[in-house]
């Protein structure tokens, strides 16, 4: 049952191996932080014995300096070791029955200081510095050591309370409170009473370290969830999916103005059935880290990856007084930007690749899509699919990136400056669009 106790870490088997490794991390930093207390608590209790002024019926010299010198001693030891290694369970186990036996041993000295009979020893108030000891083993937020220490403790007085008792002979015990109070006899009530405190308090400070453990295992397991789902969410999505007032439906959703940056890269399909599939999604890397921040920079998200595209929202998923002009930025900026990754992949395999895009503003949908078992947040209205459909026409003009007539006028007034970067292509028949469109080719950068 004691070695059970000793190797049981506050854990479970189907804790991720990251939270293990930081339960770990704790527990040493833990027991370093105990023993500095106890450090700290030896200095003080010295300072305090030779500034305190000595009882003036003391016939013998006390141990306490002895004592407390022993006891800094055993803490400077497992302190040091504490920042060397992992201190086994064991050595953590006898460094216990030892911080305790010393506190016996001082407390059983008081008899022999003063010429007292043994059961003189038990009514010093120097016991309740046991509930400090188990105290500092509740800084290691491990219940298993907190009820040890109170279990080791009980046991030592009834050990001590026997040895007086088998010393003193069983007249020592009187069943008269005064006398008890007034002279050195043991009164059975009042010891029991002592070791009942000590395992009560032992018991409801483990309960409650049990219970706080647990919350915090179970909202650290959650931070990591989060923190690996938040991955997988643009933080206005997962904004959006958390500060809810009630569980999230399909169909539900707001609709806002916004604008849609679709992306592509142009001549990917003959490259992909060229290239190992590794090299293949290494461009893809490559090309995700260069674009993905500018469009986070330009105050949008990335609402899905498409194969060798993305789509952006911008206003979308959060409400923004500049749709149109952040799209526009992002989209100029990424043209320029993906140039270095065209000429590296080019001179590595050989083919020539090129990022294209397509804005668009107006009012959009951001809903919640799917089935009770599983959502999805995403954008829907006439300027998604017009972006979609500009990124394809992109080939007709041999453009990079491209917008409409109107989505420019918006984003001018939203602050985009054009600066010699946009070229008017106006009456363009696009596939899939009834009506002639003012288009405008952006230039990068």
Not at 243 to 258: H, L, P, Q, T, W
């Amino acid at each position: 049952m004691l070695k059970t106790l000793l190797v049981m870490r506050p854990s479970d088997d189907s804790l991720p191996a990251r939270i293990s490794a930081d339960i770990i991390r704790f527990d040493a930093d833990s027991e370093r932080l105990t023993g500095w207390v106890q450090l700290a608590l030896a200095a003080f209790l010295l300072a305090l014995y030779f500034v305190a002024p000595k009882p003036i019926d003391s016939i013998s010299r006390s141990l306490v300096p002895i004592g407390l010198a022993a006891y800094a001693g055993l803490t400077i030891l497992r302190l040091g070791l504490s920042y060397r290694m992992a201190l086994p369970k064991t050595f953590l186990f006898a460094s216990l029955i030892a911080d305790v036996a010393l506190l016996y041993a001082l407390i059983w000295s008081f008899h022999l200081q003063y010429q007292q009979p043994q059961a003189f020893s038990l009514k010093a108030p120097t016991m309740l510095y046991i509930f400090v000891f188990i105290a500092l083993r509740a800084l290691r937020f491990d219940p298993i050591w907190v009820l040890l220490t109170g279990l080791v403790a009980a046991l030592g007085w009834i050990g001590l309370v026997l040895y007086a008792i088998a010393v003193e002979g069983p007249g020592v015990i009187t069943r008269s409170f005064v006398d008890y109070i007034q002279g050195s006899p043991i009164l059975i009530g009042a010891e029991v009473d002592k070791i009942v405190v000590i395992v009560a308090v032992s018991a409801i400070l483990a309960i409650a370290i049990a219970r706080a453990q647990k919350l915090v295992l179970r909202t650290a397991r959650e931070q990591v969830e989060r923190a690996e789902i938040r991955r997988f969410l643009p933080a206005p999505v997962e904004a959006a999916i958390t500060a809810s007032d009630s569980a999230i439906v399909a169909g539900e959703g707001v609709e806002r103005e916004a604008a849609i940056l679709i992306l592509d890269i142009r001549g990917f399909s003959g490259f992909a059935a060229r290239q190992d599939p590794k090299t293949v999604v290494a461009a893809l890397v490559a090309m995700h880290a260069i674009v993905v921040p500018i469009i986070e920079r330009h105050n949008g998200i990335v609402d899905k990856y498409l194969g060798d595209g993305m789509l952006a929202t911008f206003g979308a998923a959060r409400e923004s007084d500049t749709p149109a002009a952040d799209a526009l930025n992002a989209l100029a900026e990424i043209s320029a930007a993906t140039t270095g990754w065209t000429e590296d992949l080019a001179a590595e395999t050989g083919f020539r690749l090129s990022v294209n895009g397509a804005a668009t503003a107006g009012p959009v949908i951001f809903a919640a899509l799917g089935d009770a078992a599983r959502l999805e947040y995403t954008v829907i209205g006439e300027a998604v699919n017009l972006a979609a459909k500009l990124e394809k026409h992109n080939k007709v003009e041999k453009t990079a990136g491209l917008t409409t007539a109107a989505t420019l006028e918006a984003a001018i007034l939203q602050g985009f400056r054009p600066e010699g970067r946009a070229t008017h292509l106006p009456e363009r028949r696009v596939a899939g669009v009834a009506e002639p469109l003012g288009l405008v080719a952006l230039a990068p950068v």
